[in-house]
């Protein structure tokens, strides 16, 4: 729900009153990841996708029905040999889909509200919501920040409220949406409740380090992931807003002294695109160092080897020099600073989701590298589809 933020906090805004299909549980080769969404307001606008076209319209059809008679129900989509091409997925994967009422004078519309305006902001924040359970609880929410204060709440055993914000808040830090099983009391072991978290933090971080003409069609790329993207030069003729206008943030000063003085995360990704050894070596002797995503390297071979041997003199261990991909990008035979942006942009993708680079015609490896198993048994609104 919260990867549609922006659309359904400016919905909440006009006062209109809509249904939320969040995917919940995925398995096998399902194409959206927990979490992504399809919305349906009163005048049957429709924005989001919870499968990427294969079982839109069935879920479209169940939002309708839930504003209509405002009862929250789990549906489960799956793949079926006697009938491949009916609603399901024909790519063999299953979801399951929470479709949740938000009507105008729904009792927990505050909660979504304050949701989805935190989230559209790019604010840190966790919703739970019961995804399987009794009836009367499936759908209930609450809004976890992340000193530990929340809104709303599951309507349960007293507990409940306070295990699923423990359980939210470490999910929420390490910025993961999945589900948490937990009993009706609250106690933390499977028995009855399944809880889905549903973490909003900010984007992650894209440092891209060397205001060159390759920089600039990084920088869009980079936007179009999803990242908040920083461009940083000590040359402030090349370092400028109208080379670089799509940039969030531009930093004239010396590469390695700003990467030891701005934050990073396990989510930051860092482009060294300068290839000068007075700029690139004390940089990536503090960036091999740090606990980032991706550290890569614009250059020649023979500048690799050169930037190599440098840093072994500057005192890296050959397991922080492990981390350095350098020449940066994968081999798409790119020429133009946009197709070596794509390439860039598709390794950073290979090292996060955990794909190998190879084309997948005729390839034995995985779609989805980062899926969960298919769910269990479904209890509540279960279909059987093709």
Known sequence: MLDIAEELNRWVGEGRGFAVATVVAVGGSAPRPPGAALAVDSDGTVIGSVSGGCVEAAVYDSCVQALQDGTTVLERFGYSDDDAFAVGLTCGGVIEVLVTPVGVDAPGRTVFAAALSAAARGEAAAVVRVSRGPAELLGRALLVHPDGSYEGGLDGHPRLDRTAVAEARAMLDTGRTGTVEVSESGA???????????????????????????????????????????????????????????????????????????????????????????????LLVEALRLPVAFVGAMGSRRTHEDRDRRLREAGLTPRELSRLRSPIGLDLGARTPEETALSIAAEIVAARRGGTGVPLTGSPTPIHHDLSDAPGPVTAGTRAVG
């Open 188 to 282: 933390r072991c499977p028995g009855g409740l399944t809880l889905f978290v549903e973490s909003s933090v900010p984007p992650p971080r894209m440092i891209v380090f060397g205001a060159v003409d390759f920089a600039a069609a990084l920088v869009r790329t980079g936007k179009f992931l999803g990242y908040h993207v920083t461009v940083c030069d000590a040359r402030p003729v090349f370092a400028t807003r109208v080379r670089f206008p799509e940039a969030d943030d531009l930093v004239v000063d010396w590469p390695h002294r700003y990467l030891r003085d701005t934050p990073t995360d396990e989510r930051t990704v860092l482009c060294v695109l300068t290839h000068d050894a007075k700029f690139d070596v004390p």
